[in-house]
Every structure is written in structure tokens, then in C-alpha cells.
């Protein structure tokens, strides 16, 4: 999720990241998986994330 983090233009808080994944913005949450106890997401899952909330 970390990584996650620097795909965001300005650059977002790892909280956000699982904030926006929890709750979502518009109406839209980001995509992830988990792991076990880990969560992760993917570069495309951050790119349909971003343009469906624009």
C-alpha cells in the first residue's frame, strides 16, 4: 500500500490509501485484495481508481 502511495499525483498518506479502499471517494473504492493479513492493490486498480473519481 505503501507503494501505492507514490502513484497518486502529489502524494497521498499510506492512510488514505486504506481509508479510500475502506470507505472510497464518490462513491468509489479503490480495489484490493488481501493476503492473509496484507493488503494490496495494483498500478491498474490505482489508475481506474483515479479516473473514475475525476
Known amino acids: 500500500m505503501s507503494e501505492a502511495a ?3 499525483p ?6 488514505s490509501i ?7 471517494v464518490k462513491g468509489v473504492c479503490l480495489e484490493t485484495v488481501r493476503y ?8 491498474q486498480a490505482v489508475h481506474r ?3 473514475r473519481t475525476q
Open 49 to 51: 481508481f483515479l479516473k
Open 18 to 24: 486504506y481509508r479510500w479502499a475502506d470507505r472510497g
Open 36 to 43: 492473509g493479513s496484507k493488503r494490496q492493490t495494483s498500478v
Open 6 to 8: 507514490k502513484l497518486f
Open 10 to 15: 502529489g502524494g497521498v498518506s499510506v492512510a
